[in-house]
């Protein structure tokens, strides 16, 4: 039976809003695309590893402090909070009406949950490390103590406090970054597998809506977050790339509206074409190799002050890399805070051809020569730059005599290595957490580390770096850090090669990307102009 013509008609207009609506949203729908480092390993907060996996984390989750566009510790969870004068009792006021992405209620009982859980030994968090200013962390994280010894106390629901042994004045900065809460009815109910996105809930601008390994991470809006009306951005795709020409060319055909890292190769291309894009910032980073030093013959300190002389940096930045990189001889950058004086190791101040005869010397007092030419197996991740680096490398070691292994290996692989103790000279990229001076070179103090992949043990640097650690005056930590980097300087348990620079292309098209040292870009501050 044939429709009345005004039947007909209303379908016709029905369909046409259809159409258009959908057109309207599909126009309207801001996605924006960044590529990062390789493929997440977790998406737990409290278990990843790299500062890629830490990038995403930061969309999907707002500590009690969070970072401004350009990284300074503003309000997050919290709206407020108060530090006592002895820098060791903090005081945290909630925010009104937080909630989690899957509508329920978030107040302080949840982050003394998550305090208790990210510094449980059972969680093996990568970071629990760095509270251990917090009464009894310390003794928590040996399993000497339970975990509801810890020193944060949830008063009522809107108030937190957490309570120091010693001062820590970058706490807020460690907070900001590395204190994400997580949501104890979804942990509890799930388990393991509460990060998979059906199951997952988070409080930040973003929440998880697909996770396709090696493929992408995407992320949708949070309606519940706190400050959505604000958040210009409706979807976010992280994308893993080991493969740095892989992510370029991705970048150069317009699939990526922002990359962290390009070929060193390319930046004559980048400047020629697209110098709009280009973004290189010195960085909160140090490029490392790391010595075992219980492995002989990398436990003799003239082995390594040797091989540490005969690498000629300036080369090593101006022709292999040639990205703006500093040639580094000590470990501390000059991008982090009050720390105005820094030392450099003894030998900077020689020629290289000075430096070589040294080096070979002290080889020749270790047992080494040209009939026992020291092997140096030196590890390093799979990635062209990496390799260039090395062989580079080796070709100054080359010309003191050494003999050097070129082992390369996947980039998880090497971590695990690393922290298992399982090699002999290892490449490190040094990220630091905070911009305290004395917290860059943390992680080769034997006391306060899981992470000294090195196994450097000096009475002179630990006791030198504790004073300087439990310190709450600015200009005495300062002075105590340069005394203790001077000691491991001596001690090379590491070679410094060069400060890192950020090398970063984002379009010019977008707002709300401030460079910053520890190159923290939220993807919250972003925003496509018109």
């Known amino acids: 039976m044939a429709r009345p013509k005004y039947f007909q008609t209303i379908i016709t207009l029905l369909t046409c809003v259809v159409v258009l609506s959908t057109s309207v949203v599909a126009q309207e729908l801001r996605v924006f695309r960044r590529g990062g480092g390789g493929d997440p390993e977790s998406l737990d907060p409290h278990k990843l590893l790299s500062a890629f996996e830490s990038t995403i984390m930061t969309d999907m989750f707002i500590a009690l402090a969070t970072t401004s566009p350009a990284d300074d510790a503003i309000p997050g969870s919290a709206e407020s909070w108060e530090v006592s004068e002895d820098g060791l009792t903090y005081t945290f006021d909630m925010r009104d009406g937080l909630l989690w992405s899957d509508g329920t209620p978030i107040d302080a009982y949840d982050f003394l949950y998550t305090f208790r859980r990210q510094l449980d030994p059972a969680t093996a968090s990568r970071t629990a490390e760095y509270f251990t200013p917090i009464v009894n962390a310390e003794a928590v994280l040996r399993n000497e103590l339970p975990v509801e010894s810890l020193g944060v106390e949830a008063i009522d629901s809107d108030t937190l406090v957490i309570r120091l042994a010693y001062p820590a004045p970058y706490l807020m900065d460690i907070l900001a970054i590395d204190a994400r809460p997580v949501p104890k009815h979804v942990v509890e109910k799930y388990g393991t597998e509460w990060t998979r996105p059906e199951n997952m809930v988070v409080n930040g601008p973003f929440k998880l809506a697909e996770w396709s390994p090696g493929s992408h991470v995407k992320l949708v809006k949070n309606e519940y977050f706190y400050d959505a009306q604000n958040v210009q951005l409706d979807v976010v795709y992280h994308v893993p790339s080991e493969d740095m020409n892989t992510a370029f060319r991705r970048f150069q055909s317009e699939e990526l509206n922002a990359l962290v890292f390009f070929p060193p190769n390319q930046l004559s291309v980048i400047q020629k074409t697209m110098p709009e894009t280009l973004r290189v910032t010195p960085g909160l980073t140090t ?82 020569g040209p009939d026992n030419p020291l092997v140096v197996p030196l590890r390093y991740n799979t990635q062209d730059l990496q390799a260039r680096q090395a062989a580079a490398v080796g070709a100054m070691w080359k010309q003191i005599g050494v003999q050097t292994e070129l082992l390369n290996t996947e980039r998880k692989m090497l971590a695990s290595d690393r922290m298992n103790n399982n090699f002999s000279v290892a490449r490190y990229l040094h990220v630091a957490g905070n911009y305290e001076p004395a917290s860059f070179i943390q992680f080769i103090q034997s006391e306060l580390s899981s992470r000294n992949f090195t196994q450097y043990d000096s009475e002179a640097f630990n006791a030198l770096f504790l004073k300087a650690w439990h310190s709450n005056d600015p200009d005495e930590r300062a002075r105590l850090t340069y005394d203790a980097e001077v000691q491991a300087l001596a001690d090379q348990p590491m070679i410094p090669l060069y400060f890192y620079s950020g090398r970063r292309l984002v379009r010019p098209n977008i707002s709300g990307w401030v460079d910053n040292a520890r190159g923290v870009y939220p993807t919250r501050w972003l925003a496509f102009q018109e």
Do not use: C, Q, W
Not at 328 to 356: C, G, Q
């Open 287 to 368: 490029e490392l190799y790391l010595f075992n030093t219980k492995r002989p013959p990398f436990d003799d300190v003239r082995v390594r002050r040797a091989l540490s002389m005969a690498v000629d940096r300036e080369i090593l930045v101006n022709r292999v890399l040639r990205t703006g990189e500093e040639p580094a001889y000590s470990y501390i950058p000059a991008t982090v805070h009050n720390y105005e004086k820094r030392p450099k190791a003894d030998f900077a101040v020689l020629s290289m051809d000075e430096r070589r005869v040294e080096a070979r010397r002290l080889l020749s007092e270790a047992g080494f």
